[in-house]
């Protein structure tokens, strides 16, 4: 059974940093060969897609977190990295990881982390 977990979230003061793991467990997956998300729901609000890493290895940030996130990966580990630096307020949520492969495969999210800046 493949299972997501997410980890590395906390309370960090706003300008601070966090840096984000997701760990794909379960055989037939890697995260060098799907494309990978990371999300984030804010309270109050809908999920929404933070960052990608594709197969090929280009990556996508959205217009919020361009230039402070860095999303990464580790073929060796099978984890999708989330570096957030410069952190915000607004940036507060819970962050989930993802992939359209798995979740085609049934896969469902994770726990998600929370994630807390405090201003």
């Known amino acids: 059974q493949v299972q997501l977990v997410e980890s590395g979230g906390g309370l960090v003061q706003a300008g601070g940093s966090l840096t984000l793991s997701c760990v794909v467990n379960?055989?037939?997956?890697?995260?060098?060969?799907?494309?990978m998300d990371w999300h984030r729901r804010a309270p109050g609000k809908q999920r929404e897609l933070v960052a990608t890493?594709?197969?090929?290895?280009?990556?996508f940030h959205s217009n919020s977190v361009k230039g402070r996130f860095t999303i990464s990966r580790d073929q060796v580990k099978n984890t999708v990295n989330l570096q957030m630096n410069n952190l915000k307020p607004e940036d507060t949520g819970v962050y989930y990881c993802?992939?359209?492969?798995?979740?085609?495969?049934?896969?469902?999210w994770g726990q998600g982390t929370q994630v807390t800046v405090s201003s």
């Open positions: 993802n992939s359209p492969s798995l979740l085609r495969a049934g896969v469902g």
């Open positions: 379960g055989s037939g997956f890697s995260v060098s060969t799907m494309n």
């Open positions: 890493i594709t197969s090929a290895g280009s990556t």
